[in-house]
């Protein structure tokens, strides 16, 4: 596995916008929440919080249920979909909850209003809460069927004025190639968004890498089980690989 040459950045954020997959909240387990997990994540926001970063979330829903696969097992589409939207939501009171008893103040945020378990997303609410430094879980995607979470995150980043959507992932960063699979692939330190479109990288679907490319959101890509790694992107440091 080679690496290249490691991109130069100093500039720490301020307010970010961290997507986690639902994937990452399960564990070895492959599926259900993994409270370990769940403890290890909010021990590392906490950290970042504590030192004054603004901190949007948005929590995928496919350690539950994932619309996509629904859909190809005969599901309608649409129905599939606002079942993952749902799963989302439940992801987001898990962390809430691990993230309050470690003492960071949080809303939860829903594009489908659920007044008994989460606010409404409001845009100018949720950068309210951001300003008096609680941190915002967004959940139910956009509340529109065929969009991912991926694209919520960079909705959601552009619309609360983040710096940087932090794609939080099992690995270091953009390989040419599955590293678990091909021992010789090579990690991209930066790319361009273009480049990523191309070459058809598995970073994050077209719709929000367009996104994010005509609004100039970087996108940094990085292992989320690597102790510290969140902080060290936060600080600026060349961690995993950025997308600008």
């Known amino acids: 596995m080679t690496t290249s040459t490691p991109a130069i950045r100093t500039k720490p954020y301020k307010r970010i916008l961290l ?5 990452a909240l399960a564990g070895d387990a492959g599926y259900g929440i993994d409270t370990h997990v769940l403890k290890e994540l909010a021990g590392e926001i906490k950290a970042v919080h504590e030192s004054g970063v603004q901190i949007g979330i948005v929590v995928g829903g496919g350690n539950i249920f ?13 129905s599939a979909d606002y079942m993952g939207m ?6 987001c009171i898990a962390l809430q909850d691990i993230l309050e008893h470690e ?12 007044r008994e378990l989460a606010e409404p997303y409001i845009r100018r609410r949720a950068v309210r809460h951001l300003e008096k430094n609680r941190v915002v879980i967004f959940g139910a995607g956009t509340g529109n069927p065929y969009f991912t979470t991926d694209t919520t995150a960079a909705l959601r980043a552009m619309e609360t004025g983040a710096e940087v959507v932090l794609k939080a992932t099992k690995v270091d960063g ?12 090579k990690k991209f330190a930066e790319l361009s968004y273009i480049d990523v479109l191309n070459r058809g990288l598995q970073v994050m679907d077209s719709t929000a890498i367009s996104l994010c490319m005509d609004n100039r959101l970087p996108i940094v890509v990085f292992d989320l089980h690597e102790k510290g790694s969140l902080r060290r992107v936060i600080a600026g440091e060349a961690v995993g690989t950025l997308v600008k």
């Open 66 to 78: 994932r619309g996509v696969k629904g859909a190809t097992e005969g599901m309608d589409r649409a």
């Open 19 to 23: 997507k986690l997959s639902g994937e």
């Open 174 to 185: 953009i390989y040419d190639a599955d590293p678990k699979k091909n021992p010789s692939a």
């Open 86 to 91: 749902l799963a989302t939501v439940m992801n």
């Open 103 to 114: 003492g960071v103040r949080t809303r939860v945020q829903s594009a489908i209003e659920m």
